[in-house]
C-alpha cells in the first residue's frame, strides 16, 4: 500500500507521517516512511542543490525533482511495495504538479507526463491533503527558509488551490484533512482516514 501525503510547506504532514507510521507499526504492519527530495543518497544531494545552492532555473528543477524520484522509486518505493510493506511518503508527483506545474507556470500536463515516465506510472493507493490556509502556513515557517519556502505569498496561495484543485478532480484518490485542529485531532483524522484503504489491504492479504 502506497499512501502519500501532499500539502504547502509549514501544513505539519511531517509530524503527521511519523504519527501515522507510530500506529500502523503498533497494528503490526511494516511501515517505511520516506521523503521527495531527499529519500535516498543521491536524492540528499538532488535536494540539496534544489533548497540550498542558489538560484536554479524552474525547467532544471523540475528536471531535478523528477529525477530524484526516478531514484526515489526504483530504489525504495517500489522495493518496499514488493515485499508488502506500507509506504508512506512524504511528497510525491503532485507536488511537482502543484510547485513547478502551476506555482512555476510549467504546465501541469508536461510535469504529470515527466514524472509518469520517471516513476514508470507508479501512482499512490492514498493521497492525504494536509490542508492549512496560507497564511497559517507561511508563518507556522518562521525564518530560517530555503529556496522554495522564501518564495512570495501568491506563489504559496497558488500551490494551496492548485493540491485543492486536484483533490477535488480525483475524490477517490484523495481525502482533505484540515491541518489547522491540533496535531492529535489531525492525526485522528489521518487514521479514520486510512480506514478503507487497510481494510483493501487486509481483503487482499486474506484472498491470497
Ligand atoms: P519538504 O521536504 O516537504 O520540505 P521541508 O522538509 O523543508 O519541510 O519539501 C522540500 C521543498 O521542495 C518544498 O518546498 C516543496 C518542494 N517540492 C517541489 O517544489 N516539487 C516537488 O516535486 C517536491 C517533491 C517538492
Same mark, same amino acid.
Given at each position: 500500500? #502506497?499512501?502519500?501525503?501532499? =500539502?504547502?510547506?509549514?501544513?505539519?504532514?511531517?509530524?503527521?507521517i511519523l504519527r501515522l507510521a507510530e500506529s500502523l507499526r503498533s497494528a503490526g504492519?511494516?511501515?517505511?516512511?520516506?521523503? +521527495?527530495?531527499?529519500?535516498?543518497?543521491?536524492?540528499?544531494?538532488?535536494?540539496?542543490?534544489?533548497?540550498?545552492? =542558489? !538560484?536554479?532555473?524552474?525547467?532544471? +528543477?523540475?528536471?531535478?525533482?523528477?529525477?530524484?524520484?526516478?531514484?526515489?522509486?526504483?530504489?525504495?518505493? $517500489?522495493?518496499?511495495?514488493?515485499?508488502?510493506?506500507?509506504?508512506?511518503? @512524504?511528497?510525491?508527483?503532485?507536488? %511537482?504538479?502543484?510547485?513547478?506545474?502551476?506555482?512555476?507556470?510549467?504546465?501541469? @500536463? +508536461?510535469? $504529470?507526463?515527466?514524472?509518469?515516465?520517471?516513476?514508470?506510472? /507508479?501512482?499512490?493507493?492514498?493521497?492525504?491533503?494536509? !490542508?492549512?490556509?496560507? &497564511?497559517?502556513?507561511?508563518?507556522?515557517?518562521?525564518?530560517?527558509? !530555503?529556496?522554495?519556502? %522564501?518564495?512570495? #505569498?501568491?506563489?504559496?496561495?497558488?500551490?494551496?488551490?492548485? #493540491?485543492?484543485?486536484?483533490?477535488?478532480?480525483?475524490?477517490?484518490?484523495?481525502?482533505?484533512?484540515?491541518?489547522?485542529?491540533?496535531? @492529535? @485531532?489531525?492525526?485522528?483524522?489521518?487514521?479514520? &482516514?486510512?480506514?478503507?484503504?487497510?481494510?483493501? /489491504?487486509?481483503?487482499?492479504?486474506?484472498?491470497?
Amino acid at each position: 500500500m #502506497f499512501i502519500t501525503f501532499e =500539502g504547502d510547506d509549514g501544513t505539519g504532514k511531517t509530524t503527521q507521517i511519523l504519527r501515522l507510521a507510530e500506529s500502523l507499526r503498533s497494528a503490526g504492519y511494516e511501515v517505511v516512511t520516506t521523503q +521527495e527530495p531527499g529519500g535516498t543518497a543521491v536524492g540528499k544531494q538532488i535536494r540539496h542543490v534544489l533548497l540550498h545552492s =542558489g !538560484d536554479v532555473s524552474p525547467k532544471a +528543477e523540475a528536471l531535478l525533482y523528477a529525477a530524484d524520484r526516478a531514484h526515489h522509486v526504483d530504489t525504495v518505493v $517500489r522495493p518496499a511495495l514488493e515485499r508488502g510493506a506500507v509506504v508512506l511518503a @512524504d511528497r510525491y508527483i503532485d507536488s %511537482s504538479i502543484a510547485y513547478q506545474g502551476v506555482a512555476r507556470a510549467l504546465g501541469t @500536463d +508536461e510535469i $504529470r507526463s515527466l514524472s509518469t515516465w520517471a516513476t514508470g506510472g /507508479l501512482l499512490p493507493d492514498l493521497t492525504i491533503l494536509v !490542508d492549512v490556509p496560507t &497564511s497559517v502556513s507561511m508563518a507556522r515557517l518562521g525564518q530560517n527558509h !530555503d529556496r522554495i519556502e %522564501s518564495t512570495g #505569498f501568491a506563489f504559496h496561495a497558488a500551490v494551496r488551490q492548485e #493540491f485543492l484543485a486536484l483533490a477535488a478532480a480525483e475524490p477517490e484518490r484523495w481525502v482533505v484533512i484540515d491541518g489547522s485542529k491540533s496535531v @492529535d @485531532d489531525v492525526a485522528a483524522a489521518v487514521r479514520r &482516514s486510512i480506514a478503507p484503504v487497510l481494510a483493501r /489491504l487486509e481483503e487482499r492479504k486474506t484472498g491470497q
